[in-house]
């Protein structure tokens, strides 16, 4: 049975694949070489969509099933999921500064909503993290355009589907929320 009995979105083949080479699970090569996940044998994207299905705790089928058409289409955060686990802070105090807010949300609403989450990410890390309004930070919060000044951008390069935020591992850690879209306090974090 479905993990979620909603009807499960429209994701292709095709968008499946961009996905898993845009968040680190299959090389973009190995993706040139296969075109459908119903292959047999030694599959990259069926190994990369188990490998994908694991990370988040999906029944490991190597199938594109609804639960996996589920959290592809998800609203997510846009950075490699494949190195998360092994990255760390290496003091225990990390310090936030926020740049700037959402335009949908009242600026002491978004703290409110970002010293929240700060506040359960630091119970569960073992790590104190505070707010700091003057000066240099360990990590920097700001509302930023789709196509910004890293890398990473905010749409999956080849598909439709449209990354909410992104966060950067430490020791740089900023987090970006895509300015296009408009959130409620709910979806926000």
Request: net charge negative; glycine share 6%; hydrophobic share 40%.
């Amino acid at each position: 049975l479905p993990l979620d009995p909603r009807p499960a979105p429209e994701v292709t083949d095709q968008e499946a694949a961009a996905f898993l080479v845009e968040l680190g699970f299959l090389n973009q090569t190995a993706n040139d070489v296969v075109t459908r996940f119903d292959q047999v044998g030694g599959d990259p994207r069926k190994i990369a969509l188990v490998r994908f299905q694991k990370k988040f705790q999906l029944p490991e089928s190597g199938q594109l099933d609804d639960d996996t058409r589920r959290l592809i289409a998800a609203p997510k955060c846009g950075v490699s999921e494949l190195n998360a686990d092994s990255e760390k802070w290496t003091k225990p105090v990390i310090t936030y500064k926020i740049n700037s807010f959402p335009a949908s949300l009242e600026p002491a609403e978004a703290r409110k909503l970002i010293g929240q989450a700060f506040g359960e990410w630091s119970k569960h890390a073992n790590l104190d993290i505070v707010e700091v309004s003057q000066g240099d930070a360990d990590i920097f919060v700001s509302d930023e355009a789709p196509d910004h000044r890293d890398r990473m951008g905010f749409s999956c390069r080849f598909t439709k589907i449209t990354t909410v935020a992104h966060a950067f591992f430490p020791e740089i850690g900023d987090v970006h929320y895509n300015s296009a879209k408009s959130y409620t306090p709910d979806e926000f974090l």
